[in-house]
């Protein structure tokens, strides 16, 4: 979002409420799609796709606990603040590349968000 020429000029909240955003609509397309898969006039093959559309929602909130979780990424100042899901960002998560990371953190919260609705 940083090079995007259409997104370069938000400042750090805006990048963060258009990021949820782009998420956001990628999660209804995904709903939207998950439900108006057809029918295939086979009670087997329809529990299978079933189980697979969910194994995907599975897949991809895993990845994001594990992302939030795994000390790698340090993403929360203490125990106090990931429990509260507080992210708090000072210049120097802004001029490194942790960032980028809270970019897409921004992403994962939104769509945790919509798997709890």
């Keep these: 979002m940083e090079k995007d020429p259409t997104t370069r000029h938000l400042d750090l909240q805006a990048r963060f409420d258009h990021a949820g955003k782009l998420f956001q609509a990628a999660a209804d397309r995904f709903n939207t799609c998950r439900c108006t898969l057809p029918g295939f006039d086979d009670e087997e093959t329809d529990r299978q796709v079933a189980s697979l559309v969910d194994g995907l929602v599975d897949w991809v909130s895993g ?3 594990w ?3 795994i000390q ?8 106090d603040d ?4 507080i992210l708090r960002l000072d210049d120097h998560w802004v001029a ?9 953190l921004s992403i994962i919260v939104a769509y945790i968000s919509f798997l709890m609705m």
């Design 63 to 65: 990845n994001i606990e």
């Design 67 to 69: 992302s939030i979780n």
């Design 72 to 79: 790698r990424y340090n993403v929360f100042k203490n125990e």
């Design 82 to 85: 990931k429990r509260d899901h």
């Design 96 to 104: 490194s590349g942790r960032f980028k990371l809270l970019l897409l």
